[in-house]
């Protein structure tokens, strides 16, 4: 008999599903990897700056781990930061192994700078090409291994049965082709929800229903309020809002306004390298000060050779412009870029869903605190990945998962007034506008009435599961809700009605979905 224990369902390709995948084979599982896309397309991809591991001479498990602290505002889990340091150069070897090149001087692994990075401990491969030399590789390899990956499906919904077994409906992305999957452990890896934003770094395909579906199945979700923006992305009227790494800012490139005035001088002592919450705030205050819509960086002080080297990918992106960087300055903006928060896990990516394992983007570890600190996120994919695999293969019970403040949530709600049908831009244009990089409590009670209001909407047209557009209000919903209770600013998370952090607020903040 089958034994389906041993058949796990991992759903996204990005680092930590082709990373767990390929882990589940090497120990003797066999894993079902299915994506709503390409294999290739996931937000990994288009990670440039790199990924974290304190393998330099001068660096330290102890450095990595504090500054990880640090960067999180008071909201770090310390296990699960304490494990992501220690396993980082370990996970990093893994990778060496598995093929992908990473970037190196006289014979050794290269490492760049970050914000808020004490040392220099980004690799990188292929200058800023990180993401998607690692993506390739490892999706080389799952293919070589002849691991069952099926490409297009699109997992739609996680429900519990009578007997606490888990059952995932797939379909394509079309809705046709209905297959349901019962009984395996199911390992959710489905990124991030960037793309729920008008103004994202992230492509298209990372709306983040793998936190919706989670609720809905009942999850625990975590920390939802702590949407990361990153304040660098290229900014002109109709072009794609490419990431300009930070790693340029690690470089020596600053940040000036169009007076050419350096202006996070007075904000931080780090000026451009201060965590990305403050210099994505000051950017923002800049822009509505000036009534400029952008600002510039500025990397003329370093050799074009260096840049061209280092760069190859922004470089050629920007030729399109016809900026050449070390001449010219970089018209930039901040985007939402990653979601700290997720589906809440243990340090073995349990959920709180019996046989539902999240890692990456979409899993809520703690690991960030309130801030996630540069190039953190790859390496997370990899060392909670690895835990998950392990455990998948070695099942043993964990213990009950809390936050120590949960809400408990219904959904859909029953908006008042009008029923009128939404959309998904709906969804985005309110998110930004409304759940951005400042909020108030205003804005955030208007945007929930609405989100409401399009989930609604949304449930009426659904037929066999629920569609990509209620997931999407959903998930909308879930981080504007945490972002009104959280009655301070931490982190990533600023309400111009509650400026300060709050000793009351030191805590992670959970959504459930009420039963009744
Ligand atoms: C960047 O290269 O600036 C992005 C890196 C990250 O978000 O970790």
Redesign the pocket.
């Known amino acids: 008999m089958v034994d389906l224990a041993r058949r796990p369902l991992i759903v996204g390709s990005g680092i930590a599903g082709l990373y767990v995948a390929l882990r589940c084979h090497e120990l003797g599982l066999k894993p079902t990897l299915v994506t709503k896309a390409r294999l290739e397309e996931s937000n990994t991809r288009y990670?440039?700056?790199?990924i974290a591991a304190a393998i330099g001479s001068d660096d330290s498990i102890d450095l990595h781990f504090a500054d990880t602290v640090r960067a999180g505002a008071g909201l770090v889990d310390r296990p699960a930061a304490r494990l992501l340091a220690h396993d980082a150069p370990e996970r990093i070897a893994d990778l060496v192994r598995l093929g992908v090149p990473f970037d190196t001087v006289h014979g050794e692994i290269a490492l760049g700078q970050?914000a808020a990075h004490s040392r220099r401990r980004i690799l990188h491969a292929g200058g800023?090409a990180t993401g998607l030399s690692i993506e390739e590789t490892l999706k080389r390899r799952v293919l070589e291994l002849g691991i069952e990956a099926r490409e297009r499906t699109v997992l739609r919904e996680l429900r519990l049965s009578a007997t606490r077994r888990v059952v995932a409906t797939l379909s394509d992305p079309d809705g046709r082709g209905v297959d349901r999957l019962d009984a395996r452990p199911v390992i959710l890896a489905t990124g991030g929800a960037g793309s729920l934003y008008r103004q994202s770094s992230n492509p298209s395909i990372a709306t983040g229903e793998g936190v919706a579906i989670a609720f809905r199945a009942g999850a625990l979700v975590a920390d939802m309020e702590f949407i990361q923006f990153?304040p660098?992305a290229f900014y002109r009227r109709g072009a794609p809002r490419y990431?300009i790494?930070?790693?340029l800012r690690g470089e020596g490139a600053s940040l000036v306004n169009a007076d050419g005035e350096r202006f996070l001088v007075s904000e931080h002592r780090d000026a451009e390298l201060a965590p990305r919450d403050i210099v994505s705030r000051a950017i923002d205050r800049e822009i509505q000060r000036s009534g400029h819509p952008c600002v510039y960086l500025d990397a003329t002080a370093t050799p074009r050779d260096r840049l061209f080297a280092r760069f190859p990918s922004i470089c050629h992106f920007l030729a399109a412009y016809d900026i050449d960087p070390s001449r010219d300055r970089i018209p930039v903006a901040p985007v939402a870029?990653?979601m700290i928060g997720g589906v809440r896990t243990d340090l073995d990516g349990r959920t709180t869903l019996p046989s539902v394992y999240a890692c990456g983007e979409v899993a809520s570890t703690g690991v960030h605190g309130a801030n996630?600190l540069?190039?953190?996120?790859?390496i997370e994919g990899l060392v909670f990945g690895e835990r998950v695999a392990r455990t998948l293969a070695k099942p043993r019970a964990g213990k009950p998962l809390r936050t120590r403040r949960t809400l408990a949530i219904d959904w859909p709600v029953t908006p008042a007034g009008p029923q009128e049908e939404g959309t998904f831009e709906e969804v985005q244009q309110l998110l930004w506008e409304r759940v951005g990089i400042i909020r108030e409590a205003v804005g955030l009670e208007s945007a929930l009435r609405e989100f409401g209001r399009i989930g609604a909407s949304a449930e009426r047209r659904t037929e066999a599961f629920p569609s990509h557009l209620s997931h999407a209000a959903l998930t909308a919903y879930l981080i504007a809700r945490a972002a009104l209770a959280r009655t301070e600013s931490r982190g990533a998370h600023y309400r111009s009605d509650h400026p300060d952090p709050r000793p009351e607020w030191q805590l992670h903040l959970g959504l459930q979905r009420r039963t009744k």
């Open positions: 990670a440039q700056g790199g970050e800023d990153h660098t990431l790494s930070e790693a870029h990653y996630r540069g190039s953190n996120s790859l």
